[in-house]
RNA sequence: GGGCGCGUAGCUCAAUGGUAGAGCAGCGGCCUUUUAAGCCGUUUGUUGGGAGUUCGAUCCUCCCCGCGCUCACCA
């Protein structure tokens, strides 16, 4: 019971909900009539006020008290909603004793009010909302973390702000009712992805929703989660990726699709892995990998721009410029000129292998030349990509849904997106030819044990989708919350994630 | 999963082998234009949980839980 749980100062405050119950005064109303936002109430005020208030400037706000200054005869407050803050005064002579007692008695920080009044402002500056009346309109049993701003020389101060990770995300309604700077995190986000639609869709992009619940899993390496359908006693998993299906849809005649929605990897967790993430995924028939590393660039580009109403991020202390056209870099270039190894002089895991070890570079053994020459890339390549750049040209053996280059079968039309020194985005000219696709998914189903679980399964139905035609496409892959890390220069997923995969909390949620 | 670090009041933090303090929040009082309001007074804790060493542990040891960093894994 909520109740049981309470500590001294909890109980206070249900005492003054009790309190105010036994004098008539409902804590929880079920209407408010809030007729205007605090900012609305400030522009309203400051536009009268430049044309010599010909009406006085009344309104309803409501909001969360955030501030109380309790002087006597008066008392200040700040109530903020979503659009800000804006400062309450109550005076004794407009309100009466009676009222002003009420407030100074039962009125705590936390609680959501509502005020009706007429707008000025104050000695110093502020505008103010006089109060007339006010109610309660939600009792806040709980304490909110103290916090307070001061302001100095226009920077703003904040003190004793809730900072410990383990409260901000286990209870993030908490995090965002203190942390403004939170709370524009993921407006930034929802606005990303807004405009990550909006450039989709100008360009003849259907957006469509494909099955989280599938069968068959595939389309990344990855492992997946697991579930059971009771009635139908089917075995399914979580989706680790759209690509599937979507290029399915090519087959059904939309040529241009997209889908933002949730992947799910049942993999470990980092600053950079959740085990459920948001990924944007298109395809684009007609287009090869070269074509859709233009429509990339400009789409994040664009996407900032709207977004941040800059091309320039900062991140980690580095100016990056999304500004188009971004780096290309041919991997076996760029290990030639950072690893100083030529890929192509090593045709097997075996030469490849005992280069790396001649030259001291830390590799899991045993494993295939693509997944060595990935190391190399992850090794030597990632950590120094920050401005944008495309490394192209991937090793055919780990990437099974990507089409061979024509010059040469040992390598695919594949590219990643770099940016700040972590992958953003995966893509490539899309494999649409049924007999190679088949041979591929043979090829994996060999090269993996019959445990290793990141194995790609066969999938009979998107084969034969195939063999009925698909269209010659592009497709490529984003993290959306990378994408955000970067746009809101936040070092780890968890900031951009509402509520962030953590372990089970054994004991009460509100002392871990 | 491995290594390292951390866990003290609602929040931010301090302290010592002798069962803990500050600021803010809270409570009581004064105060009619304040804004980290101010002034006077005052309360708060199983020091993450458990076991051990010790006359005595928040501090030392071990186990567990959680968080962080890092490596592994992983696009």
């Not at 009706?116 to 109060?131: A, D, H, K, N």
């Not at 307070?148 to 920077?155: A, F, L, M, N, Q």
């Not at 592009?474 to 372990?503: A, C, K, N, S």
Request: charged share 30%; proline share 5%; with cysteine.
């Amino acid at each position: 019971m909520l109740r049981d749980e309470f500590s001294e100062l909890e109980m206070q405050r249900l005492n003054k909900l009790e309190q105010m119950r036994a004098n008539g005064m409902e804590p929880f109303p079920t209407r408010s009539y809030k007729n205007c936002s605090n900012a609305e109430a400030i522009a309203a005020f400051e536009k009268a006020e430049a044309g010599s208030f010909e009406e006085p400037v009344e309104v309803v706000l409501a909001g969360r008290l955030r501030a109380i200054r309790n002087m006597g005869k008066l008392s200040f407050a700040h109530i903020e909603d979503r659009t800000g803050k804006v400062q309450l005064l109550l005076r004794v002579n407009e309100i009466g004793e009676e009222k002003l007692e009420e407030f100074v008695r039962y009125y705590d920080l936390g609680d959501f009010i509502e005020v009706q009044g007429e707008m000025f402002r104050t000695r110093r500056g502020e505008v103010t909302l006089q109060v007339q009346d006010f109610r309660m309109l939600a009792k806040a049993l709980l304490q909110l973390p103290a916090d307070k701003d001061e302001t100095v020389d226009g920077e703003i101060i904040r003190h004793a702000q809730l900072t410990d990770p383990e409260t901000r995300y286990r209870q993030r309604y908490v995090d965002l009712a203190v942390n403004p700077d939170v709370r524009e995190i993921f407006k930034i986000r929802a606005q990303t992805i807004k405009a990550l639609r909006e450039f989709l869709d100008e360009r003849g992009f259907l957006e469509v929703e494909t099955p989280i619940l599938q069968p068959i899993y595939g389309g990344a390496a990855a492992k997946p989660f697991t579930t059971y359908h009771n009635q139908l006693h089917q075995q399914l998993y979580l989706r680790i990726s759209f690509e599937l299906y979507l290029k399915r849809l090519l087959v059904g005649g939309f040529d241009r699709v997209y889908e933002i929605g949730r992947d799910f990897r049942n993999e470990g967790v980092s600053f950079k892995h959740n085990p459920e993430f948001t990924q944007l995924e298109f395809y684009m028939a007609y287009a090869d990998y070269m074509k859709i590393m233009e429509i990339t660039e400009q789409m994040v580009a664009q996407v900032a721009q709207k977004v941040l109403g800059t091309m320039k991020i900062q991140y980690n202390g580095q100016e990056i410029d999304l500004t188009p056209p971004w780096n290309r870099m041919q991997i076996r270039q760029g290990l030639i000129d950072h690893a100083g190894i030529d890929i192509q002089g090593y045709p097997d895991a075996e030469s490849l292998e005992a280069v790396m070890k001649e030259k001291n570079i830390s590799f899991k053994p045993g494993i295939s030349r693509g997944k060595l020459i990935n190391t190399l890339m992850d090794t030597f390549l990632e950590p120094i990509l920050i401005q944008p750049t495309f490394l192209y040209d991937y090793p055919r053996d780990i990437s099974p849904l990507a089409k061979a280059k024509p010059e040469d079968p040992t390598t695919v039309e594949r590219f990643e997106g770099y940016i700040g020194g972590m992958e953003l985005c995966n893509a490539f000219t899309e494999l649409n030819d049924p007999l190679d696709q088949e041979q591929r998914f043979l090829e994996m189903g060999h090269t993996y044990s019959e445990d290793e679980e990141e194995r790609n399964p066969m999938d009979e139905d998107y084969l034969r989708a195939m063999a009925y035609g698909m269209p010659p496409n592009g497709g490529l892959g984003l993290g959306v919350d990378r994408f955000v890390m970067l746009l809101t220069g936040q070092h780890t997923l968890r900031e951009v994630i509402l509520f962030p995969h953590l372990r089970d909390a054994d004991q009460d949620v509100r002392k871990p």
